[in-house]
């Protein structure tokens, strides 16, 4: 590999130390805010491989990179997925591996997550009424999900977190619920605002839900205390009085974040993309596979993405279609 020392700096001055990689797109769950009904996957051969991802993870932490976060899809549908956690997780340079599940297969891999280094895990969680549950995820089994969260407790990971979103009239009523469900295990959660992602089967006007309002319903039940706490990430933090819980809000509607935004994504198929919100990518496929054995050309693409990494996103849900074409699944989220 290049000796560089190079950090990765875009055009605002903004550092980029976190990579978000989707290892599939593929998922057991078919979420009403993140897939249509039918979905049509990638064949096998348009995906990279375990040892691509790691290749640009390895990568990626050579430029700096002090933070990797696996999801998808599902990361954990994704056969021998493990190997790829062990083959990172003791990365020299990097200082956290983690990872966002469904949950629905973690009861049985929490445990080998942990020792394979992910130090914290965010699980989606989006109502704990069985039947909704099922009808939001469209398959999902809300008792599998439950039985991960408490194999994931027991495991002792460094942090875990609910994700929630909210749908006005599906699961607005119950942010207060989720909230007490994380105040009783000791862990924390974030409300995630709708965003405008790949073309659903509802209008995401009339499902949105504004974190500013979910803010409010929760101070009339909870004493909420503003906290600096940062995850590295765009999340606001709050405290809940006397307990371990702390309710995050990512608000790319109600609160832009962009200013200091210091990640990038990259697809399961290799796609870098500078911005969540815009189209503006580069392909690492292409380089990966004409280059086995030498890094110098990814680097070097790497590097020069910084030139093009957008200023924000730019949604807008009254537009009549999504601001960006692709799922949360395809990008990761
Ligand atoms: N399958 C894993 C999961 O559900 O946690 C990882 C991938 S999923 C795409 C990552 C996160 O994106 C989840 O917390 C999910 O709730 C969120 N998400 C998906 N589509 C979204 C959308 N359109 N707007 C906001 N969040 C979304
Ligand atoms: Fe699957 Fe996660 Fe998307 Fe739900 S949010 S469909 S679990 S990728």
Request: aromatic content about 6%.
């Amino acid at each position: 590999m290049v000796n560089s020392t190079q950090s990765l700096v875009d055009q605002f001055g903004r550092q980029v130390d976190y990579i978000r990689l989707s290892i599939t797109d593929r998922c057991d769950f078919r979420c009403q805010y993140c897939m249509a009904e039918d979905m049509t996957f990638l064949p096998r051969h348009e995906v990279l491989s375990l040892e691509e991802c790691a290749r640009i993870i390895k990568v990626f932490v050579h430029l700096g990179v002090r933070k990797v976060r696996i999801t998808g899809g599902e990361p954990l549908v994704r056969k021998n997925a493990l190997w790829l956690f062990e083959e990172v997780g003791q990365l020299t340079g990097l200082k956290e591996l983690v990872l966002t599940t469904n949950g629905s297969q973690l009861e049985f891999k929490a445990d080998a997550l942990r020792k394979s280094g992910v130090k914290r895990i965010n699980i989606s969680v989006d109502s704990l009424q069985p039947a909704r549950f099922k009808s939001i995820t469209r398959t999902g089994d809300l008792a599998k999900v439950l039985a991960g969260i408490d194999s994931a407790i027991a495991t002792g990971f460094e942090g875990i977190k609910l994700n929630t979103v909210l749908m006005r009239g599906i699961n607005d009523d119950e942010a207060v619920d989720l909230v007490q469900f994380a105040i009783d295990k000791q862990i924390d959660i974030s409300f995630i605002e709708e965003m405008p992602l790949g073309e659903v089967n509802h209008s995401r006007e009339n499902t949105f839900v504004s974190n500013i309002t979910t803010l409010k319903q929760l101070q009339s039940q909870y004493s909420l205390l503003e906290t600096k706490h940062s995850s590295g990430g765009p999340a606001a933090y709050w405290q809940v009085a006397k307990t371990k819980t702390k309710i995050g809000f990512i608000s790319p509607h109600s609160h832009n974040f962009c200013e200091s935004c210091n990640r990038v994504r990259i697809t399961c198929q290799g796609e870098l993309y500078l911005c969540l919100g815009q189209d503006d990518k580069v392909d690492l496929m292409p380089l990966l596979r004409a280059f086995p054995n030498d890094d110098t050309p990814i680097i070097e693409a790497i590097m020069n993405s910084m030139k093009i990494k957008p200023k924000g996103h730019d949604f807008d849900l009254q537009r009549p279609r999504p601001a960006v074409i692709r799922f949360m699944s395809h990008t990761g989220g």
